[in-house]
């Protein structure tokens, strides 16, 4: 029928109508739709009417803003008035050294800032789906954005639904509704209309966005598209999430504020020594105070650690963590307890049969996943099982709606529901042809799959004896309500025996295990259809056990997080039993105790937090129950990394300290409350992120201990000039010099550093750990202090040998580099010594740290227009030979200060940044 486009683009005013109480023709008609769909011209125009099917892209900041908002801290600003304030005066170089740093600092941080975005917008772009219509009659596949109103949708097992839709017809149509609902058994749908008042989880007429069809077929009509969906209704409530305040960004921010405030007033204090004391005119004591603040001040802090955190983005994207907000990055490398999802995060999302339990034996099922590779191997029974086996791997691969295919890297995957995967990849391990047994045994009827009945037979004729056989698997309580007999051993019917099979039910219950039984019956004729009342009298084969099996690298992953001190807490909302059977496959604690929902509700919220720590496994859990755990152990001190990827893990991701959201069959809604997106949902990626954070905040903290002692160096030497009356090692401008080219250079290559040998067996950082530790400040102190004395000693001996006082100082501004690059040996290893191989090679981009300074300081020296500039001079060979020497001394004095530290035993005391002690979660503890 034809659709009125005015009646479409223009709706009707008036509340949205409650789609699943009205009849599926009405909403055929009050959409204007047809049972074979829109015309393409009429599609066409009702995306332009309603636009894309789509949740709206996070307004991009402009870049002008971008700009601006690297100019926002109190270290940059003070150097922009430092910058006017000498233009003003007329040292224009001293300005325009000043404006640079200042506007390398910018750039870089402008170029770095939004990496994290682009990496997430790669995965959606990786992600694009589309969707199977109905348009003219025709069957065509669109995008999911090109969807609208009225759109009708072929939908079938293994399918994500890409709208709201009402159900026009189904055929065994079940659908996992866990994203939005958190129901984790897949909920029956049909056509029927229910009840206007019904809620969200009982509208079966109904299909959501985001939701998965787990069996059957459906023929459904859009109703409503992007944010009008109830996906997109969550989503957009819960896109404006708040920015972080991290630990480190509150330190880093309250360092800014007061150490700026300190060196203001300590410069108008050394202004006023200078005019007062010792006679400067206030020109020149100004010009010296400004170069001063600008040596002392660490303008580069904010912009290196912006670039270190985008860097650990970078690193954490390559490993499968796309981290959505930088400051996010550092919080990880304190992350004490991980609270994990078990389906799809720490095992493999793939159903797998483990076991045939037969009346001969108990035959064990080799192979992993759906691949149709592997074996039968009997427990007991010998060969006489393992034909048994085969018989109820048969009914398996006959009474099966799924298929199976291999993708173009060579992975398995299922169409339909995963247990029927993964009983063709068990007929296949049995030694069956798909092919040729369906060849042999053709379908003619079959009884769908319904939750009133529990079961799915199929009646398939026997081409060799003109016979029919009914084979029929189901919930095995129900198949042996339907049995009248079983197969013996040699498979011929004997009487029928309950308890050794409701035995051996609850034994595969108690290992974990999913159990489906099995029967068949053979009719002497074939029926002209199958109806239910044609499934009884049947013959019980057997049951078949099923498991989600771990990941191999999650077993290794849980190993290295509890090395570090990291506890991983499963919260599922599966059976207590095969949670549990999951967490000690996968090594979760050394005793495993298991907490259900039921539970949770009598514990009180005070007794909760012991509760908290000491459980391993959380089954059968609702949303509110996961938003208290996370708040329970977060009341105990801890840093908490949560999992999830649906609307209803939306609160928990966002309580949180650190949310992680699912890349493949993650919502939007859950991704916009997330701090963090696993592009494989594999746990493996969460342990590499906590990795790499710990990575990014030990490279934080080197540009902090390389920067605030070179910083130190230049200043203390100034202001003891000043105090003594001695002349000026260095001039303002060469003081800026010197800040410009190693800021960029050096103290820019820390944020490249690899993780030091063995930063997963540190235990986690404590929250309220100073970002300057006890070392740290002896650090600060002591290496300013010899590079004071490493600049009047040269100083000194260029006198002493006759150089005039502007080449001594060029020789102090050299000594000052050699130093600092020799100083940047010493910080890369804050926890181990620099003295082996890897620490003396370093890194590519520390090499072209040095290089890129010995360049710039070969051109500062010897370059006649630098001379002009800077008023330096050249340097003699043996006098430059003196100051790389000075460096490598200076290196050996730091290495053998870590080493005697060592030998005392309180090095890691003075590190003050780990866990002093292990936290009650720890698997020693």
Same mark, same amino acid.
């Given at each position: 029928?034809?659709?009125?486009?005015? +009646?479409?683009?223009?709706?009707?005013?008036?509340?949205?109508?409650?789609?699943?109480?009205?009849?599926?023709?009405?909403?055929?008609?009050?959409?204007?739709?047809?049972?074979?769909?829109?015309?393409?011209?009429?599609?066409?125009?009702?995306?332009?009417?309603?636009?894309?099917?789509?949740?709206?892209?996070?307004?991009?900041?402009?870049?002008?803003?971008?700009?601006?908002?690297?100019?926002?801290?109190?270290?940059?600003?003070?150097?922009?008035?430092?910058?006017?304030?000498?233009?003003?005066?007329?040292?224009?170089?001293?300005?325009?050294?000043?404006?640079?740093?200042?506007? &390398?600092?910018?750039?870089?941080?402008?170029?770095?800032?939004?990496?994290?975005?682009?990496?997430? +917008?790669?995965?959606?772009?990786?992600?694009?789906?589309?969707?199977?219509?109905?348009?003219?009659?025709?069957?065509?596949?669109?995008?999911?954005?090109?969807?609208?109103?009225?759109?009708?949708?072929?939908?079938?097992?293994?399918?994500?639904?890409?709208?709201?839709?009402?159900?026009?017809?189904?055929?065994?149509?079940?659908?996992?509704?866990?994203?939005?609902?958190?129901?984790?058994?897949?909920?029956?749908?049909?056509?029927?209309?229910?009840?206007?008042?019904?809620?969200?989880?009982?509208?079966?007429?109904?299909?959501?966005?985001?939701?998965? &069809?787990?069996?059957?077929?459906?023929?459904?009509?859009?109703?409503?598209?992007?944010?009008?969906?109830?996906?997109?209704?969550?989503?957009?409530?819960?896109?404006?999430?708040?920015?972080?305040?991290?630990?480190?960004?509150?330190?880093?921010?309250?360092?800014?504020?007061?150490?700026?405030?300190?060196?203001?007033?300590?410069?108008?204090?050394?202004?006023?020594?200078?005019?007062?004391?010792?006679?400067?005119?206030?020109?020149?004591?100004?010009?010296?105070?400004?170069?001063?603040?600008?040596?002392?001040?660490?303008?580069?802090?904010?912009?290196?650690?912006?670039?270190?955190?985008?860097?650990?983005?970078?690193?954490?994207?390559?490993?499968?963590?796309?981290?959505?907000?930088?400051?996010?990055?550092?919080?990880?490398?304190?992350?004490?307890?991980? *609270?994990?999802?078990?389906?799809?995060?720490?095992?493999?999302?793939?159903?797998?049969?483990?076991?045939?339990?037969?009346?001969?034996?108990?035959?064990?099922?080799?192979?992993?996943?759906?691949?149709?590779?592997?074996?039968?191997?009997?427990?007991?029974?010998?060969?006489?099982?393992?034909?048994?086996?085969?018989?109820?791997?048969?009914?398996?691969?006959? *009474?099966?709606?799924?298929?199976?295919?291999?993708?173009?890297?060579?992975?398995?995957?299922?169409?339909?529901?995963?247990?029927?995967?993964?009983?063709?990849?068990?007929?296949?391990?049995?030694?069956?042809?798909?092919?040729?047994?369906?060849?042999?045994?053709?379908?003619?009827?079959?009884?769908?799959?319904?939750?009133?009945?529990?079961?799915?037979?199929?009646?398939?004729?026997?081409?060799?004896?003109?016979?029919?056989?009914?084979?029929?698997?189901?919930?095995?309580?129900?198949?042996?309500?339907?049995?009248?007999?079983?197969?013996?051993?040699?498979?011929?019917?004997?009487?029928?025996?309950?308890?050794?099979?409701?035995?051996?039910?609850?034994?595969?219950?108690?290992?974990?295990?999913?159990?489906?039984?099995?029967?068949?019956?053979?009719?002497?004729?074939?029926?002209?259809?199958?109806?239910?009342?044609?499934?009884?009298?049947?013959?019980?084969?057997?049951?078949?056990?099923?498991?989600?099996?771990?990941?191999?690298?999650?077993?290794?992953?849980?190993?290295? *997080?509890?090395?570090?001190?990291?506890?991983?807490?499963?919260?599922?909302?599966?059976?207590?039993?095969?949670?549990?059977?999951?967490?000690?496959?996968?090594?979760?604690?050394?005793?495993?105790?298991?907490?259900?929902?039921?539970?949770?509700?009598?514990?009180?919220?005070?007794?909760?937090?012991?509760?908290?720590?000491?459980?391993?496994?959380?089954?059968?859990?609702?949303?509110?129950?996961?938003?208290?755990?996370?708040?329970?152990?977060?009341?105990?001190?801890?840093?908490?990394?949560?999992?999830?990827?649906?609307?209803?893990?939306?609160?928990?991701?966002?309580?949180?300290?650190?949310?992680?959201?699912?890349?493949?069959?993650?919502?939007?809604?859950?991704?916009?409350?997330?701090?963090?997106?696993?592009?494989?949902?594999?746990?493996?990626?969460?342990?590499? +992120?906590?990795?790499?954070?710990?990575?990014?905040?030990?490279?934080?903290?080197?540009?902090?201990?390389?920067?605030?002692?070179?910083?130190?160096?230049?200043?203390?030497?100034?202001?003891?000039?000043?105090?003594?009356?001695? &002349?000026?090692?260095?001039?303002?401008?060469?003081?800026?010099?010197?800040?410009?080219?190693?800021?960029?250079?050096?103290?820019?290559?820390?944020?490249?550093?690899?993780?030091?040998?063995?930063?997963?067996?540190?235990?986690?950082?404590?929250?309220?750990?100073?970002? &300057?530790?006890?070392?740290?400040?002896?650090?600060?102190?002591?290496?300013?202090?010899?590079?004071?004395?490493?600049?009047?000693?040269?100083?000194?001996?260029?006198?002493?040998?006759?150089?005039?006082?502007?080449?001594?100082?060029?020789?102090?501004?050299?000594?000052?580099?050699?130093?600092?690059?020799?100083?940047?040996?010493?910080?890369?290893?804050?926890?181990?010594?620099?003295?082996?191989?890897?620490?003396?090679?370093?890194?590519?981009?520390?090499?072209?740290?040095?290089?890129?300074?010995?360049?710039?300081?070969?051109?500062?020296?010897?370059?006649?227009?630098?001379?002009?500039?800077?008023?330096?001079?050249?340097?003699?060979?043996?006098?430059?030979?003196?100051?790389?020497?000075?460096?490598?001394?200076?290196?050996?004095?730091?290495?053998?200060?870590?080493?005697?530290?060592?030998?005392?035993?309180?090095?890691?005391?003075?590190?003050?940044?780990?866990?002093?002690?292990?936290?009650?979660?720890?698997?020693?503890?």
């Amino acid at each position: 029928m034809a659709a009125d486009p005015a +009646a479409v683009a223009t709706p009707a005013p008036g509340p949205v109508p409650a789609w699943h109480a009205i009849a599926a023709d009405d909403a055929l008609a009050r959409l204007g739709s047809a049972p074979d769909g829109l015309a393409p011209d009429e599609a066409a125009s009702r995306l332009r009417a309603h636009g894309p099917n789509a949740l709206p892209a996070a307004r991009a900041v402009p870049g002008w803003r971008r700009l601006l908002r690297q100019f926002n801290d109190p270290l940059i600003l003070f150097l922009l008035a430092a910058a006017v304030l000498a233009a003003g005066l007329g040292h224009l170089v001293d300005a325009a050294v000043i404006s640079a740093v200042v506007l &390398v600092n910018a750039v870089v941080g402008v170029v770095q800032e939004g990496r994290a975005e682009q990496a997430l +917008a790669a995965l959606r772009s990786m992600l694009a789906p589309t969707a199977r219509v109905l348009r003219g009659g025709a069957r065509e596949a669109v995008a999911v954005e090109s969807l609208v109103p009225g759109d009708i949708l072929l939908l079938e097992a293994g399918d994500r639904v890409p709208a709201d839709a009402r159900v026009l017809r189904a055929r065994g149509l079940r659908v996992d509704e866990a994203v939005l609902t958190g129901e984790s058994v897949p909920v029956d749908k049909q056509a029927d209309p229910v009840d206007a008042a019904t809620d969200l989880g009982g509208r079966v007429s109904m299909l959501y966005s985001g939701t998965l &069809v787990a069996a059957g077929q459906a023929v459904a009509l859009v109703v409503a598209t992007g944010v009008a969906t109830q996906m997109g209704r969550i989503g957009t409530l819960l896109g404006q999430v708040d920015s972080l305040a991290t630990p480190l960004l509150q330190q880093i921010r309250r360092f800014g504020r007061a150490f700026t405030a300190l060196a203001i007033a300590a410069a108008a204090a050394l202004f006023v020594f200078a005019v007062v004391a010792r006679g400067y005119a206030w020109l020149d004591a100004l010009m010296v105070v400004v170069a001063l603040a600008v040596g002392a001040v660490p303008e580069s802090l904010p912009a290196v650690i912006t670039i270190t955190l985008a860097i650990g983005v970078r690193r954490m994207a390559a490993r499968n963590a796309i981290v959505r907000r930088l400051p996010a990055v550092e919080t990880l490398g304190a992350t004490t307890v991980i *609270c994990s999802d078990k389906t799809g995060t720490l095992t493999r999302n793939e159903m797998s049969a483990r076991s045939i339990a037969t009346r001969a034996g108990t035959v064990d099922a080799g192979g992993s996943g759906y691949a149709p590779s592997g074996a039968l191997l009997a427990r007991d029974g010998g060969d006489v099982a393992l034909a048994s086996a085969q018989r109820v791997a048969r009914i398996g691969l006959l *009474c099966n709606d799924a298929r199976l295919h291999e993708d173009e890297d060579g992975q398995w995957r299922v169409d339909g529901d995963p247990m029927e995967g993964a009983l063709l990849a068990l007929a296949a391990r049995a030694g069956f042809d798909d092919a040729a047994l369906r060849s042999a045994y053709p379908r003619l009827d079959e009884v769908p799959f319904d939750a009133a009945h529990r079961y799915m037979a199929t009646l398939h004729a026997d081409t060799e004896d003109g016979h029919a056989l009914l084979c029929v698997k189901g919930a095995p309580e129900q198949v042996l309500a339907l049995c009248s007999a079983q197969a013996g051993a040699t498979g011929e019917p004997e009487a029928l025996d309950h308890a050794p099979w409701r035995a051996a039910i609850d034994a595969a219950g108690a290992q974990g295990q999913r159990v489906l039984g099995f029967a068949w019956r053979r009719l002497p004729q074939v029926p002209e259809r199958l109806a239910q009342e044609d499934v009884r009298d049947l013959v019980f084969a057997g049951i078949v056990g099923f498991i989600d099996p771990p990941r191999d690298e999650a077993v290794q992953a849980v190993a290295a *997080c509890r090395a570090a001190g990291i506890a991983v807490k499963m919260i599922t909302g599966d059976h207590a039993a095969t949670a549990e059977a999951i967490a000690r496959q996968l090594r979760l604690a050394d005793g495993i105790r298991v907490v259900t929902g039921h539970a949770l509700e009598d514990v009180a919220d005070d007794a909760l937090p012991a509760l908290a720590e000491r459980a391993t496994v959380f089954a059968r859990t609702t949303p509110e129950h996961k938003l208290r755990i996370v708040r329970a152990l977060q009341s105990r001190g801890h840093t908490v990394a949560m999992t999830g990827d649906g609307v209803n893990d939306a609160p928990s991701l966002k309580q949180a300290d650190i949310g992680v959201a699912m890349g493949h069959k993650g919502t939007e809604a859950a991704k916009e409350a997330s701090e963090m997106v696993l592009a494989d949902d594999n746990f493996a990626s969460i342990a590499a +992120a906590v990795h790499e954070g710990r990575a990014v905040y030990d490279n934080i903290r080197k540009v902090v201990a390389w920067t605030l002692p070179t910083n130190g160096g230049e200043a203390l030497a100034v202001v003891l000039a000043i105090a003594f009356g001695w &002349v000026l090692p260095m001039t303002p401008p060469q003081i800026l010099w010197i800040n410009m080219v190693l800021t960029i250079t050096l103290g820019l290559s820390l944020a490249f550093e690899p993780p030091e040998p063995g930063v997963m067996a540190r235990p986690p950082r404590r929250r309220e750990a100073p970002l &300057v530790s006890p070392f740290m400040l002896w650090r600060i102190v002591l290496v300013s202090l010899l590079f004071s004395a490493g600049a009047f000693g040269v100083f000194a001996w260029a006198q002493a040998r006759g150089h005039d006082v502007a080449t001594a100082r060029t020789m102090v501004v050299n000594m000052f580099c050699v130093l600092e690059i020799f100083y940047l040996f010493s910080v890369r290893y804050l926890h181990g010594t620099s003295f082996s191989l890897r620490g003396l090679r370093g890194t590519p981009a520390v090499l072209w740290a040095i290089a890129a300074v010995v360049l710039a300081q070969l051109a500062f020296t010897y370059l006649p227009w630098m001379h002009a500039l800077f008023d330096s001079r050249p340097v003699p060979l043996l006098e430059g030979v003196v100051i790389v020497a000075t460096g490598v001394a200076l290196l050996a004095l730091l290495e053998g200060e870590k080493w005697l530290l060592r030998r005392l035993g309180v090095f890691e005391e003075l590190q003050s940044v780990a866990r002093s002690q292990p936290t009650p979660l720890d698997p020693s503890a």
